[in-house]
């Protein structure tokens, strides 16, 4: 790439932050913005080094907004591009700031490097630093959308600490500085898990943040190519740097669309009553299901139901949830129910099931 395209490039990245912020990055973060694309600090994208890969550890951020492609059809495409470039250019200028490299923009997802090219010992720790703050912008931004009678906009964010092959990669007509590896991998598949507002981490970050980042209980989840469970942890807060995150989400686990038949017989003082109902299953995470069920259950009343997960090769058979909301749409009867008594067996196939849907497919 000449100086003239290089130029070009900064030129048009301060144009879209400038627009955003109604400030242009001044020199010294011009500079680290430099860095952060790979087309400064000793590192050239047409390099003789093309090709050659070092191997390092580094912290790689993923964030993808949440239920973008429906925004996408509702909205004209002038209306889009204009609420994508400023959620762009907003996680840009916060990403530059805490010291990333910015290494590809993927539809409306970013993926953000912390230790390439440059290495630092407080790389994880500026990068759930990062992570919280672009959370916190989203509310501001969603903030000013709803004055504007624009589009809400939600994000999730994975965040995973590993060795990586680094370098540059490509040919003479196309280039970049990237980063491959299964920690890569395992990063995104972390982001997927993630709800909206919401921050999950590895367990090698959380390692390296100890102390820094208050997080909740740990979780387990079951991740594609991996044999064994990967703990995930939620971050709240920072609270040596008083940022706290702002989350957008009140569900309780990841859930997933499906369309599963199932029985259902209701529960009246303990008592399973012997009529058989039919309903569909049309939401599914670990802790309950929105579902169209027949006509004439009462609100906080008991069910007992089986769901089939043949998918993942189980069941769920044994499964009591309490109706905690009603409604009626278009000739249908709508119900959210919470579960109560699940047993062990139910909850693992009912987790391994939701796993599996949200990475696409069956987990190996």
């Known amino acids: 790439m000449n100086d003239a395209l290089k130029e070009d490039v900064l030129q048009r990245i301060q144009k879209l932050i400038g627009a955003e912020t109604g400030v242009e990055l001044g020199r010294d973060a011009a500079t680290r913005l430099h ?137 003479a007509l196309h280039s970049e500085y990237t980063v491959i590896g299964d920690e890569v991998n395992l990063a995104s598949r972390i982001e997927t898990f993630s709800l909206r507002g919401q921050v999950l981490i590895s367990d090698s970050t959380f390692e390296r943040c100890r102390g820094f980042a208050a997080t909740a209980a740990p979780m ?46 209701n529960v009246v003082e303990k008592i399973v009553m012997p009529r058989r109902c039919t309903g569909v299953a049309l939401d599914l995470g670990y802790n309950g299901i929105y579902a169209e069920v027949e006509p004439g259950l009462d609100a906080h009343s008991d069910i007992r139901l089986g769901l089939d997960l043949s998918l993942i090769g189980g069941s769920a058979n044994d499964l009591y949830a309490k109706i905690v909301g009603l409604r009626a749409k278009n000739g249908r009867c709508l119900a959210s129910m919470e579960f109560t008594s699940v047993s062990v067996p139910s909850d693992l196939a009912i987790r391994q099931f939701v796993q599996t849907l949200i990475q696409g497919s069956p987990l190996k």
Do not use: W
């Open 35 to 171: 860095a952060a694309l790979a087309i400064g600090s000793g590192i050239s994208i047409d390099s003789p080094a093309t090709g050659e890969a070092t191997s390092s550890e580094v912290t790689v951020l993923l964030a993808d907004l949440r239920g973008f492609t429906s925004i996408s059809e509702a909205y004209p495409a002038r209306t889009v591009l204009e609420v994508l470039n400023r959620y762009l250019g907003r996680m840009c200028e916060i990403a530059v700031r805490n010291g990333g490299t910015i290494d590809k923009f993927m539809g409306d997802s970013v993926m953000v490097l912390f230790g390439a090219p440059q290495r630092a010992e407080d790389d994880a720790r500026r990068a759930v630093t990062c992570a919280v703050q672009m959370q916190m912008a989203m509310h501001d931004i969603n903030r000013d959308h709803a004055s504007r009678k624009l589009p809400e906009l939600y994000m999730g964010i994975g965040i995973n600490t590993g060795r990586v092959m680094a370098g540059v990669l490509g040919s």
């Open 220 to 265: 387990d989840v079951r991740v594609k190519g991996k044999s064994l469970p990967v703990r995930l942890h939620e971050v709240l807060s920072i609270p040596s740097l008083d940022l706290r995150l702002p989350r957008q989400e009140i569900r309780k686990s990841p859930r997933v669309e499906v369309k599963i038949p199932f029985t259902y017989q």
